[in-house]
């Protein structure tokens, strides 16, 4: 049981947003929408090997988090990155880590 309450804002967001990453089929839908380099219109689920309703749950997810848009066009959606709230994310989580100085630690 986590109490996220006990942490600060910073931790429950960079803990947030790398349960949205953490799995990879979003991980595939941001990667596939990166290389498009445009909004696409119509079903995701074409290009990535699940269902129609995996999909759309974790488009979802992404939404929820920010990281893409979706814009209802007719019957279809358009769905684009959030470039911006992206690098926000990425930004902070790599200021996170660049905090941690493993360099004079050493496992074995």
């Known amino acids: 049981m986590t109490k996220p309450e006990v942490f600060d ?6 803990a ?6 953490s799995h990879p089929a ?3 839908i941001l990667k596939y ?3 498009t380099k445009t909004c696409i219109s119509g079903d995701i689920s074409d290009k990535l090997p699940l269902s129609r309703t995996t999909v759309s749950q974790h488009l979802k997810e992404l939404r929820d988090a920010g ?3 979706g ?3 007719g019957l279809k959606i358009n769905y684009c ?3 911006s709230s992206i690098e926000d994310k990425l930004a902070k989580f790599s200021a996170f ?3 941690i100085d493993c360099k004079d630690f050493s496992c074995k």
């Open 9 to 14: 804002n910073e931790l429950q967001e960079l």
């Open 16 to 21: 947030s947003f790398a349960k949205v990453i």
């Open 26 to 28: 979003r991980l595939a």
């Open 33 to 35: 929408l990166a290389e």
């Open 67 to 69: 990281m893409i848009h």
């Open 71 to 73: 814009e209802i066009d």
């Open 81 to 83: 990155l959030c470039g």
């Open 97 to 99: 880590f660049n905090k």
